[in-house]
């Protein structure tokens, strides 16, 4: 064979190669480096633009040159922010309609998911592409309809219409689902065998096998609720009821109709902090719930 | 192509703050002539795989170096080794059919080594008969068996002609009766290429009965090396002695009086020349002869036929091992109704260790 | 993923299937708990004066009943505050009326929210609103008229003993603004559906330092004003003279002044295709192409910003909302401002026929099952509207113009005008003007897609002075084509 | 016996979701159908009485409108655009995460950012950025006020200013802008996904490249990208249907005119037809728009799992 001759060849540009490979091998982590650092900087540059804007004076903000830094900083906007559209209120409005909205959502998620992963039944092919082709359909047109339904069933202005229409959210139980196949089906076999209920098993054996994904889907969900505009402001507008985005919207409105801008970056920057943060202390569980599902075609 | 390992040593940090770092390779020099099939063997933990992964470039040693033949490789990453794997549970790419798998490393030879599109596929062709599975070359991994994807791995390995070939436990995710069949494929494959290939085992059996050469390692640490058979007849200590051999050596509390060796009272063996000492005494199961008027005595547990053997199951207070297990050619008949058995030992498989170091004692019968 | 595929298409299939079962009947129908309205002719028939309104005054008027009325409207919190006041005023005389005020978010937040509600019937009891947002309520008949309501001359007794017809008498009916109390009639069928809470309009400011300075003197035609920008560009051509808030106000008031159709309550509604309006287009546009004016969209930045700069690119004029003054003021240093502002009523294209827009917010009333709401909610609006102490407060709170012409009477407002300047007290004088030009204020007709013909001139204004052209006049004609086919397909 | 019993449990187990989703989904899916096929059907006039006849007037109506096929051309033209980009950069980026320990959850928090805000902010900021002020633009007396902070970055690196959003701007720039736009915010669900993706894969089949000496960008497409092809599928599935109902980051950047200044209404989409219909509260106009929207998803997503059916791997 002519294993020696490649040998030979070797010894030739033995040193070429070494410094070679040594100086690509550092191209390479410094490319990545700049590459990763100049997309950062694109994806930070709104935020600090938001920042930025959100401590000027009404009317530094309503000049025709935008100034780099604040002339006058207004770290008052902040507070006029909290107090103006009562973020307090706001919310601990948000905060239960997130809370209890997720908790009874991921009942919901993981009975299906349960069920489309695990049991037999006919149709079941066709009800989960039924599932996933609702996505499909943009949600304006719903809510007219769904207005009509929440009102009949006398809903207006109460926590229960903010809640029960978005409990059933299909891109988390397709993610459940995939996670839920992974495990294998001996276990169930297995567990079927020495008699343990569905339930049981359920909750002794698939749950906490699929923590990571049920952790990262309870915090996306919350943030869902942090975003939702139209139909809070539709059914539960009162004060008692209303959201953070809502609270947003409509409190920075001057008397001629313009926004006072700079406070409402205030108040979106302050909104944005906690979910900010949730997501910094999580963020392990948010990655390994996303990848155990591994998500197959 | 001869691989030369000088003092090579692998030390991992220990992450924990307090705990001192890990020695997974301590000083190991050793040379491989070219073309030899050298089996790297020792328990779990004892290094072996990493001494592997830093001849392959995968692991950066902390310290010493490696040569292929002339050049030093030491800080060449593993492409420009000229190096072939056989990872343990094979890694092929599942996406690539067996053919795809093969051609890959061919497609990223560079340089003057770039060969034409017809060359690569001629190539694969032959390799994939070499390792005879010239039929599944459109298969995708997962619809193969075990030992096909394994013969596909070593395909995958030998397609690029690498000066040396590379295995890591290539036989244990297979079963029994595969494992043997492989084993003879792997020493076939070697023989015919020339290349120089080494391959790592915690299996003694595999390790002894296709190597040209197998070295004995032990945390970290190289105990013996050398052709299997002097290895196993001539043990440089106890751990060589007990590692090496199915069944196990027999190991015996023993002491050396006046030129005689003694096993509990028995005066079992004259040992010339050997100081006055505790030791410790392995004696190999093919070692004993049936003697009524034997020096050594057992009680006798039980009779197992083997067919062409037959091994005697006795115990021994003396003994180290639960069990004292003789292998006798069937043709002697064993009387078990006495309860007690009677040996008289071959010299050449009586080996005398020192009872602290576990050193070998050399003597003359 | 096969089976997915083919799970697709089955269900396309289904959703097809469905939507020929649809039955017309439509459900919203059976909700609806308005009562069966006597379908006087439609509103968008041509106006006969004495059509008959949709709601009358029970015979005994309000019988003080336990009723609770919901308000929308778009008050800052400091406006809210002002309302407050007045509520507990009101509970003084009607205890038993109890209004829950709310503030839903912008006026289109309002329109969309009211106009869901009431395909389902809970639409609130008051609303703010725009002439275009009632229009649209219309369709479903959903607006109180107020005729019967104004006219009615049935006693009401107060809390406090005193008594009060439940309409309007002549002299409060005398003292509203007659352009702003005729937007409520302008539906097409004579009806008053609105009454005129807070008005605005628009005002020129002007920087009367530089105005001194070089002694330039106001424009009372758009001609002046044409040869007014000339001026001030040879004397800072790095300025833009003149910076025009909004482009579909011009538009329109431009069609009052010149008396050019702009649309109509009755079909066709849009007729502003004309050539009158092509050449003052055509005129404006050569002001933009010479640099002498631009608009806020335009210009990508609030004209007023423009308008107050100090240093750099400003401007020397700015047309814009009364209410807006506060913010066509430049920043005072330590009490200082740097420069005067003074404001003065828009230029005219024929000063015998002075027109200018009327905006800012007017209320309705809506149908409801009990009348008793509608004639509570009725005496809640009358309450705000004919108050001259609430309409003064709310005027200097809000910088919005007051309704009702004796409001300038009343101690506190007059008080305030006489303080007005181009400093501090910017309001007072933008309101000052305003009442100066109180018989010039005009209304466009109202209909379902008149707020889409509003934002189609707009569009057409911005569109014919900035794109480039070889030949202007047809790229007007296109431009003015092409926005009459957009309003005529949005019917 | 056992297998009818285990039947009945799972429907019982779905009993909740199905409940739900019948009401607040299949329902108004059908009542859309209902509307969709009432002649010029408006919830307010149904209030007020009025009846409709039965027919698919909507659809012809909607077919007919001029600028229908470019509301169609954009909502494609951004979609066929944005998912791939936002794919491509959303992989570069979780593979260099994945390949870096310093800062790596520093940048993987970074990046995170953008999903944690408010959409009404982001949208003022981008046009912000974008924005010239100023006027005369194609005149000689052009004047700039600032040419927005884009710009100024462009021309610090010596660039010539681009009139991105402002009248006189071309479409090519508006939708250029739009992309940044939309591709800034799809990213951090896509990394999420991915990175998830990447640190699954089995470490060996790396080191098996690296033996088999093959470069960086060759690892990549040849082992990476196939091995998370499932991950791959399935972004860009959602990202289509995502895409296909842009409206609200196109009112963020141009407001309600839908377009420069010069020209509004001509980055409209099929969301925007839709909401221009609502606003004048004829939702049977809205409703056929909105089935033939569902049905172009459809027929793009049966097309993407095609595809991705041949070349998505074990």
Known sequence: MASNTIATMKEKNMQSVKTASQIGKVMAMILTYAFLIVMAIIVLFPFYWMINSSLKTLDEYRQSVPTFWPKVVMFSNYAEAFSAANLGRLFINTMIVGIISTILSLVITVITAFAFARLEFKGKNILFAGLLATMMIPGELFTITNYSTVTTFGWINTYTVLIVPFLVSVFYIYLLRQNFMQIPNELYLAAKVDGTSDLKYLWKVMIPLSLPTLISITILKMMGAWNSYIWPRLVANDDAHKLITNGLRSAFTETTGDVNYPVQMAAVALVSAPLFLVFVFLRKYIMKGVSRSGIKG | MKVVLENLTKVFPNRTKGGEDVVAVNDFSFEIPDGKLVGLLGPSGCGKSTTLYMICGLQKPSGGKIFFGEDDVTDLPPEHRGVGLVFQNYALYPHMTVKQNILYPLQNLKGEDK???????????????????????????????????????????????????????????LDARLRLQTREEIRRIQQETGITTIFVTHDQEEAMSISDMIVVMKLGVVQQIGKPQNVYDDPANLFVAKFLGTPPINVFEGEVRGGMLFIGED?????????????????????????????????????????????????????????????????????????????????HKLFLFHHETEERIPFEV | MKKLLAMLLVLAMVMGLAACGGDPASTTSALNNTPAISPSDNPGGNTTPAAKGNFTVPTNGYDGSDVTITFYHTMGSNLHDVLVIYIEEFNKLYPNIHIQEEQVGGYDDVRDQI??????????????????????????????????????????????????????????????????????????????????????????????TFFDEHNLTLPKTWDEMEELCKQIKAIDPNSIPLGYDSEANWFITMCEQLKSPYTSATEPHYVFDNDTNKAFVKKFRSWYQNGLMTTQTIYGAYTSGLFVAESGTRSYMSIGSSAGATHQRPTAVDGVYPFDVGITTIPQADASNPKVISQGPSVCIFQKSNPQEVVASWLFVKFLTTSVEFQAEFSIASGYVPVLKSVQTVPAYADFLNKADGGSHISALSAKVCLEQVDAYYTSPAFNGSSRARTEVGKLMSKCFSSPASNEDKMIADAFEDAVDECEYGQ | MVESKKQWKAWLYLAPALVLLAIFTVWPIFNTVRMAFLENYSGLKAAGGETFAFGIGNFKKVLEYKKFVNCLKTTALLCVATVPISTLLALLISVALNSIKPLQRLLQTI??????????????????????????????????????????????????????????SSYAANITVMIIYIVWNALPFKILILLGGLQSINKQYYDAAKVDGSTRSRILWRITVPLLSPMLAYVIITGFIGGFKEYTSIVGIFGATMGPPDDGGRLNTMVGFIYDALSTNSQGRASAAALILFGIILVVTLINLAVSKKNTHY
């Open chain 3, 115 to 208: 106009s869901t509600q009431i395909t389902v019937g809970n639409q609130p009891n008051i609303a703010y609103c725009y002439p275009d947002h009632v229009a649209l309520y219309n369709l479903a008949k959903a607006v109180a008229t107020l005729d019967d309501l104004i006219d009615s001359k049935i006693e009401v007794t107060r809390a406090d003993g005193s008594k009060e017809i439940l309409g309007l008498t002549d002299e409060q009916k005398a003292d509203f603004i007659e352009g702003y109390y005729n937007e409520g009639r302008q539906f097409g069928d004579g009806l008053m559906y609105t009454m005129p809470f807070s008005k605005s309009t628009e005002v020129l400011y002007y920087n009367k």
């Open chain 2, 115 to 173: 060969l034409s599109k017809e060359e690569m596929l001629k190539r694969t062709v032959e390799v994939a008969k070499l390792v005879q599975i010239d039929n599944l070359l459109d298969r995708k991994p997962s619809e193969l068996s075990g030992g096909q994807q394994q013969r596909v791995a070593i395909a995958r390995a030998l397609v690029k002609m690498p000066r040396v070939l590379l295995l890591d436990e290539p036989l244990s995710n």
């Open chain 4, 111 to 168: 990046f995170f950012l953008p999903y944690v805000t408010n959409s009404i902010a982001i949208g003022m900021v981008f046009a912000a950025m974008f924005n010239i002020v100023g006027s005369f633009h194609g005149t000689q007396n052009e004047i700039i006020a600032t040419a927005g902070i884009v710009n100024n970055v462009i021309e610090f690196f010596g660039g010539t200013a681009v009139n991105w959003i402002n009248s006189g």
């Open chain 2, 267 to 347: 005066p079992v063996m004259a040992v010339r020349n050997v100081p006055d000492q505790k030791v410790s005494v392995g004696i190999r199961p093919e070692g004993f002869i049936l003697d009524e008027r034997g020096p050594l005595h057992c009680h006798i547990n039980g009779v197992e036929v083997m067919g062409r053997d037959v091994s005697i199951v006795a115990t021994n207070e003396a003994s180290l091992n639960p069990v004292v297990r003789s292998i006798i050619s069937a043709e002697n008949k064993v009387d078990t109704s006495s309860g007690t058995v009677r040996y008289s030992i071959k010299p």
